[in-house]
Each structure stands twice: as C-alpha cells, then as structure tokens.
C-alpha cells in the first residue's frame, strides 16, 4: 500500500458571469476564479482489492450531510471513478480509501467538494500515473463537476463553459503579491440547482468584467481587482436569502474595498488592501458568524501543498 496526501485549497470567484442555457441542461458561464488559504486535507492510500471507500470528518464545520449521502455521489469517489475509466484500472490494486478532512463549509460556494475531487485526481496522478499529462487530468476533472479543472489548474484562472474550459491568467515569471480577504460563511447551505432554477434564462454579462479582472490580478492591485467583483448570480441567491445583503453591507462598513457572493453561495468575501487591514475588518463582523482571513495563492492543488508520497 502506498499513500498520498495533499492539502486542497478552496476558491473565490472574482468575476462570474451567466452567458446562456446550454442543451446539456448546464449553463454557459464566464468566471475568474482563484484558490484561497482554506483547505480541505485530502489523504489517498491503495488497496489491494477493487473496494473503494470515502470516510469525511469535519474539522471545525458540519459534514453530516455528508454520511447519508450515497458513495457514488460524493465527489471524491467521482473523482476515484474517473480516473480508474481513463487508466483502466479494474479488479484487484484498483481499490483505495479516501479520507477528507473537511474544512470548508458545504453549500458556502468555495468549491469544498470540487477541492476534494481535484485532491484526490492528483494523489491518484501520484500513486498510479504520474506521467499523466496535464491535459487528461483537466478533463478527467471535468467529469466530476464544474469547478474541478480550475482548481486542478490552480492559481488565477479563466473559466469558461460549464467549466470544463480553463485557461491560465499568469504567465510562470508573473509572481503578483496576494490579495487579503475576509471571507463570512452565514452559516446556511444555499443549494446551487435552487438558484439556477430562479435564474431560469436570465443571462448576466458584464462586457470587459473579466478583462479587467484578470488586468488587476496580474499587477496584484487589490483595490482595482474590488471595483471589478461581479457575481451575475448574487441578486437571485439575495432574493433566496436576503441575508447575503446584509453581510456584503457590513464588509462595506468595516472596511472591505469591495464585497461579493462566491460561486452560488453562501459565503460572501470582502478584499482588504492588507492583511492589516483585513484583520481589522474581521475584528468589526458579526461574532456569530464564522469570519476567517484569507489570501489568494499562486498555485493549487498540483504545486506547493501536494501530493506528498511517502
């Protein structure tokens, strides 16, 4: 038996726009994402039958829903799945066992679970194929869920179709400073099929949104980055639940350069010009809501936190 472990980093989406239905029952979207100093911890080993096991334990947040939830459906498994169709891996030594630490919120829209699946597709590259090329691990990543490929990709990203499309926004000689964040998990799980169904055929563009974006993480320029935050999905998750509102307000009034819903939610991010200034935001928050600060990483799950082989 051989085991690999990693440390999985969640996302915010700093721009994420709805460009249209698509006939596979998804929706076309646009969206600069980037991994945040959260992580879930993510541990692989072999087995030397063809049994597949998922054992999650929260760390600091709530991951019952998890132990009702079929094998099949859980991500991480997902991920297990595709990798053993592309490297076609049956019978015995096809087997492992999963185990997730489980640090982000589920339903807060940081992409928690598509952290595990990007986490386990990369302990596996290490145990079973570590030629693999980029490519096919990108698109093994796709069929686990939308997010997946980005956050494989790591670092500042373009993503684009359902997600299955990513692109890299800085060159490998492009080291901009982080930027500082204060994120607000409210506590609720906002469920991601309830908001697009509201959103029905609404399409929210922005022309120039990403390019913008993408302009002022290159130069690492926090307060240009805030005045290009857009989430084409936040007034349908406000309308479902009015307390985003409220919480994207209260960053306003502590400080925050500017504030956004994450992915579907529910957790809203603030940008800081600082660290400093990030800590005094989070000191003026609601203490009954969890509020962490934290940075934007250059990198992801396949560069600096991972995988580790013993």
């Not at 936190?305 to 013993?310: E, N, S, T």
Request: charged letters at 20%; one cysteine or more.
């Amino acid at each position: 038996m051989a085991t690999a472990t990693i440390e999985a980093p969640a996302k915010v989406n700093l721009t994420l726009e709805i460009l249209g239905s698509r006939p596979d029952g998804y929706h076309e979207l646009r969206s600069v994402v980037m991994p945040v100093s959260l992580f879930e911890g993510v541990s692989v080993s072999t087995r030397t039958d063809d049994a597949v096991t998922c054992e999650t334990r929260g760390k600091g947040v709530d991951a019952s829903e998890l132990e009702s939830l079929p094998l099949e459906r859980q991500l991480a498994v997902k991920a297990v799945r595709a990798m053993q169709r592309r490297l076609g891996r049956t019978g015995p030594g096809s087997g492992v066992d999963v185990r997730v630490a489980k640090r982000v919120p589920i339903g807060a829209g940081m992409g928690g679970g598509s952290a595990d699946a990007a986490g386990v597709l990369a302990c596996l590259r290490a145990l079973w194929a570590p030629g693999m090329p980029e490519e096919e691990l990108l698109a093994a990543g796709a069929e686990c869920g939308s997010d997946v490929p980005a956050m494989l990709l790591g670092g500042a990203a373009l993503m684009e179709g359902r997600g299955e499309r990513v692109s890299r926004l800085l060159a490998p000689d492009e080291h901009p400073a982080p930027m500082w964040l204060v994120a607000v998990f409210p506590g609720y799980h906002v469920s991601t099929k309830a908001v697009y169904d509201a959103l029905g055929e609404g399409l929210t563009k922005r022309p120039g949104v990403c390019e913008n974006c993408a302009r002022s993480v290159r130069n690492g320029d926090a307060r240009a980055c805030a005045r290009s935050l857009f989430n084409g999905l936040q007034e349908t998750v406000t309308k479902l639940h009015p307390l985003t509102e409220r919480f994207c307000l209260a960053l306003g009034r502590g400080g925050a350069l500017g504030a956004l819903l994450t992915g579907s939610g529910s957790a809203v991010y603030g940008l800081a010009g600082s660290r400093e200034e990030a800590e005094a935001i989070r000191r003026k928050m609601d203490g009954t809501v969890r509020c962490e600060v934290l940075q934007t990483l250059p990198d992801g799950v396949m560069a600096a936190h991972g995988p580790l082989v013993p």
